[in-house]
């Protein structure tokens, strides 16, 4: 689920199904991440954070998994629902450069019923 | 418990006019931020707001955009002679005031140059 510039990478699942979103994140100085979600016409909705002294942490229907050593990141969404269509971005805070996010590029998560 | 808010939602201007966008930010929050999104892509930041004080505005560009946040009211991102280039949404996030915080975004601007 890195980006890819003008085409969003789509991940299509099934409903009911297990989702997991990637996200690779560029410094390992990032000490905050965050994952959001953003519909069509919409601005971002936060769904879950972790910091960097956490590798996991767990949400209503969501985790999020934090492997620090090779910087990746990852959203699972447990049964998933056509509501949970729309994008997803991760973003991290890095550590001293202030409180400004750097975006991932986005997944695009479609439901089939 | 009103969000962050953001007005106009929808901006129309021509080539050359200034565009005014205007955030409010949740109760509470004295942290503002500017994100700029083309269609498909990431959010981009552009600078970084407290009441009175620009704290980082590395994001954006060198000219025609400048970013305030008055004592009182909203914080103001204002675009002098637009291009089509500006075409963009723009979206609005605010956190409390203590450390690094989560930053809530209001529903965002699109701003079309005709």
């Known amino acids: 689920g890195e980006s890819v510039g003008l085409h969003l990478p789509t991940l299509s699942v099934q409903e009911g199904d297990n989702s997991i979103i990637n996200c690779a994140y560029s410094n390992s100085a990032s ?27 767990q949400g209503q229907r969501v985790t999020v998994l934090l492997n620090k050593t090779v910087k990746h990141l990852s959203l699972q ?28 590029g986005g997944t695009r998560l479609m439901v089939k019923p | 418990n009103a969000g962050v808010m953001q007005n106009p939602r929808h901006l129309v201007r021509r080539r050359g006019q200034e565009a005014r966008l205007r955030c409010s930010p949740m109760k509470g929050h004295s942290h503002v931020y500017w994100y700029r999104q083309l269609p498909e892509e990431g959010l981009k930041f552009m600078v970084y707001l407290q009441k009175e004080n620009i ?25 002098q002679q637009v291009v089509r280039g500006d075409s963009a949404a723009y979206f609005c996030a605010s956190s409390p005031p203590a450390g690094k915080e989560t930053q809530y975004f209001g529903p965002g601007t699109r701003l079309l140059v005709l």
């Open chain 1, 77 to 104: 969404i447990a049964a998933t629902q056509p509501g949970d269509s729309a994008v997803y971005f991760c973003a991290e805070n890095i550590g001293d450069a202030g409180n400004m996010l750097t975006f991932g």
């Open chain 1, 31 to 57: 000490d905050y991440f965050i994952w959001y979600k953003q519909e069509s016409g919409k601005g971002p909705q936060f769904i879950i954070d972790i910091r960097s002294n956490m590798d996991k942490r």
């Open chain 2, 55 to 79: 704290i980082d505005e590395s994001g954006m560009p060198k000219e025609r955009f400048s970013a305030e946040f008055p004592k009182e009211g909203p914080s103001i991102l204002r675009i």
